[in-house]
């Protein structure tokens, strides 16, 4: 699948997952390629339809571009609740256990997931897969001592990278953190693996989502399909 048919792919399944926002609805905004997408039909409707809601953004990038079109972005301390979390993944398996974190927004992302009465994502085909691993697992580690943590990582046998930027300056999060990818291929046991990285004193958060998705809307040629949770 070259680019383009993956972004029509992904745009599909933003503008499928813009109808479940309502009026009245406070709807988390999550990050990346894909809710571009979605902020972007969304902005659609707020200016085109008169739709009035009010989110809840997991990035600054994501409300600078919600806010672009007029839509209310509020503090999620200002929030008592969030009806409906959309986002993208990088990789979701048929257990619905995925990897996010790929745009560096893994610690907003979960969050504003963990704060969600119900969690969809949005994702192009490519982006399901029988096992996760093969996208690096980002992981949020504390700068301080960050190298520690990575020979930590090294001798567990993770295979750790310390993410860069184009100019070969460390990625930070929006909470001035660093982004360590961890190369494992194959991820055979995510809950052992969540459970070992968050007791690693500096790291902050890892980007495995596990059975915490109720949808996953999938961008597929023959139009957009289903996927839902039955075990949450
Ligand atoms: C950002 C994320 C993204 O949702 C994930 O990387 C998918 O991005 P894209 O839609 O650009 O493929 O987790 O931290």
Known sequence: MDKAQQDALKKAAGIEAAKLIENGMIAGLGTGSTVKFLVDELGRRVQEEGL?????????RTQA??????IKIVDIDDVDHIDV?????????????????GGAALLWEKIVATNSDKIVWIVDE?????????FPLPVEVIPFGAGHVIKK???????????????????????NNY?????????????????????TVGVVEHGLFLNMVDKVIVGDPNGPRVLTNGNK
């Open 52 to 60: 009035q809601f009010t989110g809840v953004t997991t990035s600054r």
């Open 85 to 101: 979390t959309i986002d993208g993944a990088d990789e979701v398996d048929k257990n619905f256990n995925g990897i996010k974190g």
């Open 126 to 134: 490519s982006k399901v897969v029988d096992t996760i691993g093969k």
């Open 153 to 175: 990582f090294e001798a567990k046998g993770y295979k750790p990278v310390l993410r860069l930027d184009a100019e070969g300056k460390e990625v930070r999060t929006d909470e």
């Open 179 to 199: 982004v360590v990818d961890l190369h494992l291929e194959k991820i055979e046991h995510p809950f052992e693996l969540a459970e070992d990285l968050i007791n």
């Open 65 to 70: 571009q919600a806010e672009s079109y007029g």
